[in-house]
């Protein structure tokens, strides 16, 4: 069965930096687009990055957009996502997606279980 497994968060102070990781197994990783989301407590979950197939198109939100790097390793079926600047308002639960094609904004065939991002001020 699919599985994504996220990895990589913590606790960091406001103006540093983390990098998140996903581990994908069961599914062919390199026919698959890949998402970050995030949802901070009480609020819906977000996009946050999206990366083509073989990495040559991302795409991002425009609030993390010029601080946050979404890369893949197609070879390590591994999706990162490189988070510099960090503000106490990236604090959230990140999960990364898995899709052959991204038909919603909102939903994904595959989710990862989450990683904990806690930015302090």
């Known amino acids: 069965q699919v599985q994504l497994v996220e990895s990589g968060g913590g606790l960091v102070q406001a103006g540093g930096s983390l990098r998140v990781s996903c581990a994908a197994s069961?599914?062919?990783?390199?026919?698959?687009?890949m998402r970050w989301f995030r949802q901070a407590p009480g609020k819906e979950r977000l996009f946050v990055a999206g990366i083509t197939e073989n990495g040559d198109r991302t795409y991002y939100a425009d609030a993390v957009k010029g601080r946050f790097t979404i890369s893949r390793d197609n070879a390590l079926n591994t999706v990162y996502l490189q988070m510099n600047s960090l503000a106490p308002e990236d604090t959230a639960v990140y999960y990364c997606?898995?899709?052959?094609?991204?038909?919603?904004?909102?939903?994904?065939?595959?989710w990862g279980q989450g990683t904990q991002v806690t930015v302090s001020s």
């Open positions: 069961g599914l062919t990783f390199s026919r698959y687009k």
């Open positions: 997606t898995a899709d052959l094609e991204w038909l919603s904004t909102h939903r994904a065939s595959y």
